[in-house]
């Protein structure tokens, strides 16, 4: 939690756990140019990849670009998170000592392939030892990159394994091969569905972010922009992307309508006056009644305005 932008949000009442992901841009490590434009992108979090956009021979040279990326940057995103490498791997045990160790350290660490309880007790136990050691201000908080069968079915185990646990994040690709689904089925919006809902459940049991992942269809233009639509509309929090011309539109389709501000606006004032003068939990604003379950939808509506630069 160094990053001095996130540090002035924290101050302002807006800590890293209700920050808006309405887009999370993804930036391969491996690409110097990438990750040199990176931290001119206007966007709510930049994810560096040190996981399946680093070939196999690149790994450690990436995890030093990323380094001093986080440590030589003045990043326009007010999150800077990185994707290790997942749990079992060569390369996982590297990534969590360098980065937790670092100067500067990423707002989170997003764990690919995530498929049980250990794979995030493992993670959180050695920040655990580590941040003691380096007597940290404050502990980095994790995100579970879920793309297996296994994971699909494990979330419940997955979102009790670790206090430090923020996010779920859905992947398609790799869960896509691990149902062994074809190009075509992969692309096919409906048949995600059972699986985006069983995903948002698990999220939203545990008060957890529910991002989705990029979108990776041939339809560049239309399936991406029903892609997003869908997950939006279901409520998502936010969408990754792959390309800095995919952040515009992802922004503009999780930012919400002036007409959602003020009902939004309109809700938190008037259950905040009747607890205040009447103790009540639940009114009716214009004929609808409202509670705490719509109080805390109201405010992700207004949490997506101020990342928008609504005051």
Not at 72 to 87: F, T
Not at 181 to 207: H, K, N, V
Not at 280 to 304: C, K, Q
Request: overall charge neutral.
């Amino acid at each position: 939690m160094d990053n001095p932008r996130l540090q002035e949000a924290i101050v302002a009442g807006q800590p890293l756990e209700t920050r808006p992901r309405r887009v999370s841009l993804s930036v391969p490590a491996a690409s110097e140019r990438t990750l040199a434009k990176a931290p001119t992108i206007d966007v709510d979090e930049v994810v560096i990849d040190l996981e399946d956009s680093v070939p196999t021979g690149q790994k450690t040279p990436a995890r030093r670009r990323a380094l001093e990326a986080l440590n030589g940057s003045v990043w326009r995103a007010p999150l800077v998170s990185v994707r290790i490498n997942a749990p079992g791997t060569p390369w996982c045990h590297d990534d969590v000592i360098a980065l937790a160790t670092a100067p500067v350290r990423p707002a989170t660490l997003i764990v690919p392939k995530v498929e049980a309880r250990d794979d995030l007790a493992f993670v959180s136990r050695l920040l655990d030892g580590l941040e003691r050691g380096a007597r940290a201000p404050g502990p980095i908080l994790l995100q579970a990159l879920i793309e297996t069968a296994a994971g699909l079915r494990r979330l419940d185990a997955i979102t009790e394994s670790s206090p430090r646990l923020l996010a779920l994040v859905l992947g398609y690709a790799d869960l896509a091969a691990s149902l062994g689904r074809s190009r075509a089925a992969a692309e096919d919006l409906d048949r995600w569905l059972p699986i985006q809902e069983t995903f948002l459940l698990g999220a939203r049991a545990r008060g957890l972010q529910a991002i989705d992942g990029p979108y990776l269809g041939l339809d560049r233009v239309d399936g991406f922009t029903r892609a997003a639509i869908r997950v939006r509309d279901l409520g998502f929090d936010g969408k990754w992307a792959i390309h800095p011309s995919q952040v515009p539109p992802l922004a503009a389709m999780f930012t919400p309508t002036p007409e959602e501000i003020a009902r939004a606006r309109a809700i938190v004032a008037a259950l905040d006056a009747a607890e205040r003068e009447n103790g009540l939990g639940a009114i009716a604003v214009d004929g609808e009644m409202i509670d705490e379950a719509v109080r805390l939808s109201a405010r992700r509506v207004l949490a997506r305005a101020r990342a928008a630069g609504d005051p």
